[in-house]
């Protein structure tokens, strides 16, 4: 048996998604290591209820954040993951999320507290996690109580916090002590949600990779890997009944295709897979994936559990040699996963059925590390414009992208560009400018009294709302006026010149 250990941050490089159903089959998980013995611990849970706040408008409020979390109702969320240099302050994303797009879910990789007072009063359903790290800290009960003390209690019910994972991807770590305290981590967490009346608010879980999966191919008859079987998942997978919490999975039909394939992966037509054991065809990845997770669970007893796609995406930019990585195919595969998934016809073994869905990830984030594929799963650059529009933009939002998925309105390179005798040319922002300066722009140039009215608010160029975008127009606009003269461009080293027109929607540049 292969050992391989694999690296799991919490906020992971994403390794090969390995156990996939596809025309050629499955192909085994590199990272194989047996298991710790352990003991089956049985559950004995408290059944408590949260007491009726002293104040009526806080219980109603309180309802309302409650009810705004429904599992199963197939909604989309995002994963909000910040391994990033440049990303915007968590109010103003919160504020995005909220006025900007559909979005009502969110899950963290870890439990940042400025991100936890931003979503505050928004109803946006908030998911917390604790890093791999803590976990054989957190089967001490005290532990556990002060983390919810320090990382929950402070924020809640104003921020609408409906799930903590513990950990990311554990069982595919390869880490003995991680995997045999998982599960007694997961009960002690939920031990002191009891003492708090918060077990009824917040549910505990875990999300995993398909290499838990020792088979995938055909989903039918997919299993556990051999060992973690029944001495980690049985058991976590009673916690999870009895807590009535559901299965997380992270599947990537992105890393189980092939140019073969692509089709498969992508919801796009073609002729299928057959599982001759059912007769049920598969005509995409993803429900061969998922039904071979569900198949596992019932090998186990438990195919009445919910499962929730923890995680799952397509890259914008790769290398040369990754199969169908650009902006259009990853808009193709999160625009039909997000309509599948919501659409209620379920898979072939879980008919009429949604699933909860988080895409990952909200951002691109210039600073993991991996391929160039792991910096460009973002759905948004870090100044919120989109990198391409699945239909998450309310429509006032929408009406001011451009139709083909590109970033709006892009950044200029590094350096100017050499004028071009084609035609027009821009002046637009450099990439990594400050924002600092970059409002400085804004100030000057709309203070020489140019009419910045198309940024301000119900302007053609408000949206997307952010100093980028702003000074994007603004810096463009003292450009044109002047004549197009390169000098005029420089804006203290932070402008430069480009030949692509950033004009988008209704804003004209």
Known sequence: MLHVAVPNPIHKVKHLKLLFFSHGGLVPPLHQRSPSSLTHQKLAMAKQFIPLSSSILVAVISLF????????????????????????????????????????????????????????HTGIAVTVTVPNDQIPRLTKLNFARQWVEDNVQPYTPATNIVRILVGNEVITTADKMLIGNLVPAMQTLHTALVAASLDRRIQVSTPHSLGVLSNSSPPSSGKFRLGYDIHVLKPLLSFLRATKSPFMINPYPFF??????????????????????????????????????????????????????????????????????????????????????????????????????????????DLKPGPTSERNFGLFQPDMTPVYDIGILRPT????????????????????TPRSSKGKQWCLPKTGADDNALQRNIDYVCGLGLDCGPIQQHGACFLPNTVRAHAAFAMNLYYQSTGNNDSDCGFDQTGAITNVDPSYGKCQY
């Open 397 to 416: 939002a929408r009406s001011s992208i451009p139709n083909n998925p590109t970033p709006v309105p892009r950044a200029a390179p590094s350096n100017p």
């Open 256 to 365: 189980g295709c092939s140019p073969d394939t692509l089709d498969y992966a992508l919801f796009r037509p073609n002729a299928g897979v057959l599982d001759e054991n059912t007769g049920l065809l598969y005509t995409n990845m993803l429900d061969a994936q998922l039904d071979a997770v569900f198949s596992a669970m019932k090998v186990l007893g438990f195919d009445d559990l919910e499962i929730v796609i923890a995680e799952t995406g397509w890259p914008s930019m790769g290398d040369s040699t990754q199969v169908g990585v650009d902006a259009n195919v990853a808009s193709e595969y999160n625009g039909n996963l997000k309509r599948h998934v919501s659409s209620g016809a379920g898979t072939p073994l879980m008919p009429n059925r949604t699933f909860e869905t988080y895409i990952f990830a909200l951002f691109n984030e």
């Open 65 to 120: 954040l409650v009810s705004t979390f429904v599992p199963g109702v197939g909604s989309i969320g995002v994963n909000y993951g910040t391994v990033a240099n440049n990303l915007p302050p968590p109010p103003q994303v919160a504020h995005f999320l909220l006025e900007s797009t559909v979005i009502n879910r969110v899950k963290l990789y870890d439990a940042n507290p400025d991100i936890l007072k931003a979503f505050a």
